[in-house]
């Protein structure tokens, strides 16, 4: 155990250093990459931002979140920017550090005035300023994903909006090396309302274009989208397996994925829950029990309403009990 936090910390201190001179010089070296990498190949869960218990129990700022996430026995934490990317880089370092030296990793969810189904050239370019800036945040936080929404249908007919959005996340895809932004994970989000660009048949038309366009499969927008349609494990295999015959297997294999109970009408998603109530759905066993079953090695975020932690740690539990590592 003490060797362990010996090399946590020499790790931690490495982390420090790399993130210092990558500050410095305007890069990320390739060595932090393979030492953020270094625990791929299990399925990892975390929650989305805090929940209200760590505010209740007086905690306040997102670095004292990685020992709360830790004493949950978790693995991941998502940072979001959906109201903006206003973080400095040291405080993206002092963040990225404070999971790194516990040997968490971090994911961002970029804002969500992103909409690459404007015809706008002038709202192109914002979308992918939105998207460069919460990238540059999250190579200094030492993270790999980016979770976007895609677009809103707007007036457009459906066809021709998810055809616009596909053609821009591509041209968007080609601005990132420009950027130093090679090695990176950005996951199209499947949305919860009509309006909204991001089915699963989208979703995965969206990861054709680009090495390093990943599927966020948000369960709990699929269910709330397509009126309950996830109960049992059938229903998930469904989705998984339409994913395996659109999609590049790997992607499959390492998809991000949301998770929640939604409450839902006719147009859809209306407002997030918590496990506790679970009257609209979709469960969260039955997913477990696919996700293990196919050995996929997803990073699942948890999008309670206010008990995230709680109910990522319910799904982890459930999940290690199956055998799932
Ligand atoms: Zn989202």
Redesign the pocket.
């Known amino acids: 155990m003490a060797l362990v936090r010996v090399i946590n910390f020499a790790l931690a201190f490495k982390v420090i250093y790399l993130r210092v001179s990558a500050l410095e010089n305007g890069t990320v070296p390739m060595e932090f990459y393979i030492m953020t990498q270094q625990n791929t190949g299990r399925t990892r869960f975390g929650p989305s931002g805090n929940s209200k218990s760590f505010y209740d129990s007086g905690l306040k700022s997102t670095e004292q979140s990685a020992a709360y996430t830790k004493e949950f026995g978790l693995d991941i934490f998502e940072y979001s920017f ?1 109201r903006g990317v206003n973080m400095s880089d040291e405080k993206a370092v002092s963040i990225g550090s404070a999971f790194a030296a516990l040997g968490l990793e971090l994911s961002v ?1 970029a804002p ?1 005035y992103i909409n690459f189904a404007n015809p706008d050239p002038q709202s192109f370019e914002n979308s992918v300023g939105y998207i460069v800036r919460s990238l540059k945040k999250l190579q200094l936080m030492g993270g790999k994903r980016c ?3 895609p677009g809103s249908q707007g007036k457009a007919e459906r066809a021709q909006a998810a055809d616009l959005t596909k053609d821009n996340i591509a041209r968007m895809a080609e601005r990132l090396d420009g950027f130093g932004l090679t090695d990176v994970m950005l996951c199209a ?1 499947t ?1 919860g309302k009509l309006g909204q660009i991001g089915t699963v048949a989208e979703v995965c038309d969206f990861c054709s274009v680009d090495s390093r366009i990943y599927p ?1 499969v ?1 369960f709990g927008h699929i269910n709330a989208r397509e009126q309950g349609i996830l109960k049992a494990q059938k229903d998930y295999y469904d989705v998984i397996n339409y994913m395996f015959d659109h999609m590049e297997p790997h992607k499959v294999r390492n998809m991000h994925i ?1 998770f929640s109970m939604i409450e839902y009408g006719t147009k859809g998603e209306i407002r997030h829950l918590d496990f506790e109530d679970r009257a609209f759905g979709p469960p969260f066993e039955p997913l477990m029990e696919v996700l293990h079953d196919l050995n996929i090695t997803a990073y699942l975020i948890c ?1 309670s309403a206010q008990r995230q932690i709680e109910d990522a740690a319910a799904m982890k539990n459930y999940y290690t009990a199956l055998g799932g590592v």
């Open positions: 959906g969810h969500y979770v976007f929404h989000e949305m966020c948000d949301h999008e």
